[in-house]
């Protein structure tokens, strides 16, 4: 849901790990605010603390701190920032803020902020952004909290599926165990699932279809095998830019050390912009075996894929 945001002040400083004296306006570019010591070809280039954050921890302390004492950028009033998620938007006008990273490691005592304040909330509540689009930001101006909508398809490649033969169950398990994932982590997802038969130029448009579109994650299940109509890790070799093979490899050693009949499959995972791909097996016991251990590093992948720099 869009919300809007007051800002309260905006600030800068010469030197990181330094209280941020207010402006009256700052001008952002592609490395970040004009002037300030954190802006640069990195993902932090941007700071947001909300003032609900500030006056909490003023209640807990009996302290009083000024806007830009915690060495945020910009001080936000109407909504708790540390509940956004990376990739979430923040928009004023022509200026695009996208939110890379909650929280961060705190400096301790050697930190200035640390020094004035005797305690620092940014570690905790304070959010960082990278400028999608510069601009002009004062006080008193307003920012729309656009949160990111992830969009996930689902293509079930099957012959008797798509005929009606029986129903398909690989492309739901899929859809549910996603539906678990983006709830777990409280992001916001939609979902298409479609069926279609083992035809290669019919998958192709698919896949390429899907691409095109920016789906955030491609997951299909079918055809990876050694039959005469097995293609699918073949057309989406054509679409992938680049391939994910550690994660695959992983899965066929692990439970191919346990049923031989699991290294055979063909699956890959890859990438095509900032498209995740995966090609998975058609049954829903390699379903469960897959899942499992792509929702390990899922997160991290969707990070590194988008050059958000986690570690």
């Known amino acids: 849901m869009k919300k809007s945001i007051n800002i309260r002040s905006v600030s800068r400083s010469k030197h990181k790990g330094e209280v941020k004296k207010p402006d009256p ?10 002037g300030d ?34 060495g945020e950028n910009i001080t936000t009033e109407g909504f708790a920032l540390h509940h956004a998620r990376p990739l979430d938007r ?19 005592k050697g930190c200035a902020i640390y020094k ?52 398909d169950r690989s492309g739901p398990l899929i859809l549910e165990e996603m539906k678990k994932w983006f709830e777990g982590r409280k992001l916001k997802f939609t979902a298409s699932p479609v069926i279609l038969p083992d035809d290669r130029e019919a998958f192709s448009r698919e896949l390429g279809s899907a691409i095109e579109a920016d789906v955030d994650l491609l ?34 050693v692990k439970h191919g050390m346990v049923n031989p009949n699991a290294a055979l499959s063909r699956s890959v995972a890859g990438m095509a912009g900032k498209t995740l791909v995966f090609v998975l097996p058609g049954s829903t016991r390699a379903i469960k075996e897959y899942m499992e251990e792509i929702l390990k590093s899922l997160w991290h992948m969707i990070l590194m ?4 720099d986690s570690h």
């Open 116 to 167: 004035e304040s005797g305690e620092c909330i940014m570690p905790d509540e304070g959010v960082f952004c990278r400028v999608i689009h510069g601009g002009k930001l004062k006080a008193g101006d307003q920012l729309e909290y656009v949160p990111h909508t992830f969009s996930l398809k689902v293509i079930t490649l099957s012959d008797r599926a798509s005929s009606g033969f029986y129903s």
């Open 219 to 252: 997951f299909t299940t079918g055809s990876t095998g050694l039959g005469s109509r097995d293609m699918a890790p073949d057309v989406a070799m054509q679409h992938l830019e680049r391939q994910i093979p550690g994660i695959m490899e992983l899965i066929r």
């Open 37 to 70: 010591a954190h802006a640069g070809p990195w993902h932090r280039q941007v700071s947001l603390l909300a003032a609900e954050s500030i006056r909490k921890y003023e209640s807990a302390t009996g302290t009083s701190v000024p806007d830009g004492g915690f």
């Open 25 to 34: 306006a700052i001008l952002l570019n592609q490395d970040g605010i004009e």
């Open 305 to 308: 894929i988008h050059d958000i």
């Open 90 to 108: 923040f928009i004023h006008g022509d200026v695009v803020l996208e939110l890379t990273q909650v929280g961060k490691k705190c400096h301790g």
